[in-house]
């Protein structure tokens, strides 16, 4: 008898790669772990990805929560990094609490993981501390991610900025180039590579082909708040061909 898993995602109105990489990698898994999942969205107005728009966004994530947490969702999971990176450090426990809590006070308590979180707490599970990275976002806000990740200890010893306001075109970014961006990087001495810091820039199909070429634990943010979705719900966090971090046997 299959399990039956109900994912709610709270995502930027302009956000349309998160609600194609997360069910892809979930409805990769093998056939033996007899599961289901389905997908329940709920939107913050965002267009452009600047300081401004991003608050505003934020302003609207608790009452996305209590909308999917009337649909009985098993877990929710907020797919916007620089949203809550741009809050300034440590904003994502903040949040997590916060939209924990208005499920709770909805009588449907679910788990809730931030793909800032995420990607935070999975630097912390591959004992990452010197990482490299590219970012969609304009300098300015790559620098405040840089920031925030720096003041959980771990070092970006560099990165590509490249720089694209418009969240749609974000999505649009031809991820085969993700390879040759990476190649102009320095990762001599990084323990990381981030491939795509933004749930909206697509990477899914290059994380395994860039673990292949740099030697290194690749992954995304949407790599990481899928694991987070599995272990919240108390499932293997195996996924095939989507990075070391979803391949099975990371401590938690």
Same mark, same amino acid.
């Given at each position: 008898?299959?399990?039956?898993?109900?994912v709610g995602l709270i995502v930027p109105s302009?956000?349309?790669?998160?609600?194609?990489?997360?069910?892809?990698?979930?409805?990769?898994?093998?056939?033996?772990?007899?599961?289901?999942?389905?997908?329940?969205?709920?939107?913050?107005?965002?267009?452009?990805?600047?300081?401004?728009?991003? +608050?505003?966004? *934020?302003?609207?994530?608790?009452? !996305?929560?209590?909308? &999917?947490?009337? %649909? #009985?969702? @098993?877990?929710?999971?907020?797919?916007?990094?620089?949203?809550?990176?741009?809050?300034?450090?440590?904003?994502?426990?903040?949040?997590?609490?916060?939209?924990?809590?208005?499920?709770?006070?909805?009588?449907?308590?679910?788990?809730?993981?931030?793909?800032?979180?995420?990607?935070?707490?999975?630097?912390?599970?591959?004992?990452?501390?010197?990482?490299?990275?590219?970012?969609?976002?304009?300098?300015?806000?790559?620098?405040?991610?840089?920031?925030?990740?720096?003041?959980?200890?771990? +070092?970006?010893? *560099?990165?590509?900025?490249?720089? !694209?306001?418009?969240? &749609?075109?974000? %999505? #649009?970014? @031809?991820?085969?180039?993700?390879?040759?961006?990476?190649?102009?990087?320095?990762?001599?001495?990084?323990?990381?590579?981030?491939?795509?810091?933004?749930?909206?820039?697509?990477?899914?199909?290059?994380?395994?082909?860039?673990?292949?070429?740099?030697?290194?634990?690749?992954?995304?943010?949407?790599?990481?708040?899928?694991?987070?979705?599995?272990?919240?719900?108390?499932?293997?966090?195996?996924?095939?061909?989507?990075?070391?971090?979803?391949?099975?046997?990371?401590?938690?």
């Open positions: 008898m299959s399990d039956n898993f109900r302009s956000n349309v790669t998160m609600e194609t990489e997360i069910p892809a990698m979930l409805h990769s898994r093998p056939d033996h772990f007899q599961e289901s999942f389905t997908f329940h969205g709920s939107r913050m107005r965002m267009q452009s990805v600047t300081q401004e728009e991003l +608050e505003r966004m *934020d302003e609207q994530s608790e009452d !996305c929560a209590t909308l &999917l947490s009337d %649909a #009985r969702c @098993d877990v929710l999971a907020y797919a916007c990094l620089i949203g809550i990176m741009a809050q300034g450090p440590g904003y994502h426990e903040e949040s997590e609490a916060t939209l924990h809590e208005r499920t709770v006070e909805n009588d449907a308590a679910a788990p809730v993981v931030t793909s800032a979180g995420a990607l935070v707490r999975a630097l912390e599970r591959l004992e990452a501390e010197r990482i490299a990275l590219i970012a969609p976002y304009m300098e300015s806000l790559t620098r405040m991610m840089i920031d925030y990740f720096e003041s959980t200890g771990v +070092e970006v010893i *560099d990165y590509e900025a490249l720089e !694209c306001p418009d969240n &749609l075109e974000v %999505a #649009r970014l @031809d991820q085969r180039n993700l390879l040759s961006i990476a190649d102009g990087l320095d990762t001599d001495g990084a323990d990381a590579l981030v491939l795509s810091s933004c749930v909206q820039m697509p990477s899914l199909a290059s994380i395994q082909a860039a673990e292949d070429r740099f030697g290194l634990p690749v992954f995304s943010a949407a790599t990481a708040t899928t694991y987070e979705i599995l272990d919240h719900l108390g499932l293997s966090t195996q996924v095939p061909g989507a990075g070391r971090l979803l391949a099975g046997g990371i401590n938690k």
